[in-house]
């Protein structure tokens, strides 16, 4: 469990360069009062800071500097987890972020990111969004559980109960599916041109053991089949090659779209977010005939003209989320057709293969039967050698059925495993 110590912050937002220090293990409670504007919701703010970089309510890190000073922020939190003792110092103009272990600087890493996480993961085992849903509960950034994310809402859940490593465990492995299935692609490829293989060495055997010049006009057959059949695999190639060079003209514009619909999902949630302040101003205008700060009586003339102003501007918000939520359904239309190509690409990538493998292995028949028609006029005999070919081809074979059989079983127990790590969700309406 983390317990502060104490928190200390100077050139923060309005404090100038004479430090603030308020200690919180002075007393089992510490209840901190005062007017509007004291600075009571300071200290959120240079708490999130020092741990997180960012402060608790929306501002961003350039104005948490003092405005007189314009440098020299500084915030220094002291806080303990059981028996270990930390201290984290942040700071702007110029930057610092250290973080001592009982009193001894941590190595610092290779960039402040990687620091961060060390913090984040390592020692407060809590992120910045599990951290306000948590420990500081304020009007600023608390949202209701069940109207969060299902993603925040595990990661929240997970923080609290410190079990991180499941979702750790499903990222693995879905990771390790993903390798699985193109696995056991190429192995069914495989599988399947060494079965032709065989059939070929036995059916070439059986052959072998025929008349002399029946078996060289079948032979001389089979390399017109062979060369038809290795025909028709180019034409397959070449047309498959021009499939996949079309479809990857489509998939040109893929990330223009995706950047386009990025940028559309950051416009409507800026337009919702000016959306309820518009709403909440309204709210206030209708309710209210008096201000809250100043206690003076609003003008009904001005009261009646930011009304209208305020529904006419709620009006044009309204029908402009309408029209980028279509446009946005546009765009996810497009994406998913990217998606779709992207997936012909890949069937068709494999198909290219498996049809490359199939010419070459037609090549090598083709040559392989000259070579055997002239042993076979000059009366040269190659069973022994064949068989051994052949004995070679199966034992490959069983070989590759057993490493299919291993990846089913992984499979399965992959599936297992994935299904007990699954997070569906709670639904909610």
């Known amino acids: ?7 200390s912050w100077k050139n923060f937002l309005s404090t100038g360069d004479a430090p603030t220090t308020i200690f919180f293990d002075r007393t089992p409670t510490t209840l901190i009062i005062g007017e509007n504007g004291s600075g009571k919701s300071t200290i959120l703010d240079a ?43 942040r700071g702007v103009k110029p930057n610092k972020f250290e973080i001592y272990f009982n009193d001894k600087l941590i190595d610092q890493l290779a960039n402040n990111r990687d620091y961060q996480d060390y913090l984040e993961k390592v020692i407060l085992k809590l992120n910045y969004k599990s951290f306000t849903q948590i420990v500081l509960l304020g009007n600023s950034s608390f949202e209701p559980f069940m109207q969060l994310k299902q993603s925040d809402r595990r990661t929240i859940v997970e923080d609290l109960l410190d079990i991180q490593i499941f979702s750790s465990m499903n990222g693995i492995l879905k990771s390790k599916n993903s390798e699985l299935k193109d696995d ?13 293989k065989i059939e070929i060495q036995e ?5 072998l053991r025929q008349d002399n010049e029946s078996i060289i006009q079948l032979k001389e057959k089979d390399i017109q089949s062979f060369g038809n059949q290795k025909k028709e695999n180019i034409e397959s190639l070449n047309a498959l090659h021009d499939e996949i060079l079309e479809l990857n003209e489509k998939m040109i514009s893929e990330n223009k779209i995706r950047v386009k619909n990025s940028e559309f999902n950051t416009l409507h949630n800026k337009i919702e977010v000016r959306l309820k302040q518009d709403e909440k101003e309204l709210n206030f205008y209708e309710k209210n005939s008096t201000c809250s700060q100043c206690k003076q009586d609003i003008d009904d ?9 305020i529904s006419k501007g709620i009006d044009e918000k309204k029908d402009g989320l309408d029209k980028i939520v279509s446009e946005i359904d546009t765009l996810e239309q497009q994406l998913e057709e990217f998606r779709a190509y992207s997936s012909q690409i890949s069937e ?13 292995s037609f090549d090598s028949n083709i040559e392989r039967t000259r ?5 076979l006029k000059d009366k040269k005999k190659s069973d022994n050698s064949v068989e051994s070919e052949l004995k070679v081809l199966k034992e490959n074979l069983e070989e590759f059925l057993k490493d299919y059989s291993e990846l089913c079983d992984r499979k399965t127990l992959h599936e297992y495993a994935h299904e007990l790590l699954r997070d569906s969700g709670i639904k909610t309406k």
């Open 371 to 375: 070579k055997e028609i002239d042993e």
């Open 184 to 196: 056991m692609g190429t192995l069914e490829i495989e599988k399947g041109l060494y079965k032709q």
């Open 1 to 7: 469990m983390i317990i502060f110590k104490k928190i």
């Open 47 to 89: 708490l999130t800071f020092g741990l997180f970089g960012r402060a608790f309510r929306n501002i961003n890190k350039p104005q948490l500097v003092n405005t007189v000073n314009e440098r020299g922020l500084e915030v220094e939190i002291e806080f303990s987890i059981g028996k270990k003792k930390y201290l984290v110092r």
């Open 301 to 309: 003339v001005f009261k009646k003209e930011r009304i209208i102003d």
């Open 348 to 360: 068709k990538n494999k198909n290219l293969a498996g049809i490359e493998s199939l010419i070459q």
């Open 203 to 207: 059916d070439y055997i059986k052959r």
